[in-house]
């Protein structure tokens, strides 16, 4: 949001609370239903932000929309298979048509479980890029072209997560996709600027079903919450913050950038084990 053109006059000049001001904005979150995708869709809302509401599961948006409804603002519920870009064109163009313009995208589904190195096969591995890196291009360029058609610009922020820049055994194909989101949005954000700023959060461990095993086991919730600097898990609403700063004209200087949010930790708080490389056995059952 822009300072009056009058500098002279102070009253003329917004209240910092007024640049974090979304009211009437239309957004896209993807995997809405659960989650980190949940706490960013009613966290929008609550900020006044109408929201059309994406993932494969209807019944998880439903409840949802159902919320936002609540609070006075409007919900749009479009059941979105995020790797199929027919689905994802489908879903750009419902938005655009009910609520008459897109400002905000956040590219939050994605995912893959752990899987050990010499497990992972290519079909693997090309599965993990679809969902977490072409996925969000391909809606990224869909959303681009109508934030600027409909309103002059907008705010992409891609979910990505610490894995991209932490060692963790288990991971090679989420980390090296997340990786490679973080690079996606470093090299696309100076191409669709200045109108469409894309950035992209990095986030740590967060109390969602994700991380159930973990938050359950006595034990192993002690292992990561000594392994947090800040002594505790996520929550969904700590990422649903600091996409409200990216999304808002309070970052309207900020584009290209990975943000961390993450307690503080710099190593994994909790390594998953990775089976030992032990020799193939010979051939015929030799000893």
């Known amino acids: 949001m822009p300072r009056h053109e009058d500098a002279t006059d102070p009253g003329c000049e917004p209240m910092i609370l007024d640049r974090f001001g979304i009211e009437d904005r239309v957004a896209i979150v993807t995997g809405a239903g659960l989650g980190i995708g949940r706490g960013i869709a009613t966290g929008l809302a609550e900020a006044g932000a109408d929201v059309a509401l ?61 899987r050990a190195a010499m497990d992972t096969s290519e079909g693997f591995m090309a599965r993990t890029f679809a969902f977490n890196v072409t996925a969000p291009l391909t809606l990224t360029k869909l959303a681009a072209r109508r934030m600027v058609d409909t309103v002059g610009g907008g705010a992409v922020v891609n979910i990505s997560s610490r894995s991209a820049s ?12 997340k990786a490679a989101l973080d690079r996606m949005t470093r090299n696309i954000a100076p191409e669709l600027a200045p109108r469409v700023r894309v950035n992209a959060i990095d986030v740590g461990g967060v109390a969602t079903r994700s991380l159930d095993i973990v938050l359950t086991d006595d034990t192993l919730r002690q292992q990561f919450i000594d392994g947090t600097p800040m002594r505790r898990p ?22 290209g950038k990975v943000f961390e949010v993450d307690g ?24």
């Open 54 to 114: 994406a993932a494969r599961t209807e019944s998880d948006l439903d409840e949802v929309a159902g919320y936002i409804r609540s609070i006075g603002r409007r919900a749009l519920v479009v059941p979105t298979d995020v790797t199929d870009a027919a689905a994802c064109e489908r879903l750009v163009t419902a938005t655009v048509d009910t609520f008459g313009r897109l400002d905000i995208l956040v590219n939050n589904a994605g995912g893959a479980m752990p």
């Open 234 to 255: 996520g929550e969904p609403e700590d990422i649903a913050c600091a996409v409200l700063y990216l999304v808002s004209d309070a970052s309207s200087w900020v584009t």
């Open 166 to 177: 932490m060692t963790q055994t288990m991971f090679v194909a989420y980390g090296a996709a």
């Open 264 to 287: 503080g930790s710099e190593a994994s708080s909790i390594a998953v084990p990775a089976p030992p490389l032990e020799p193939s056995a010979p051939a015929g059952g030799g000893t």
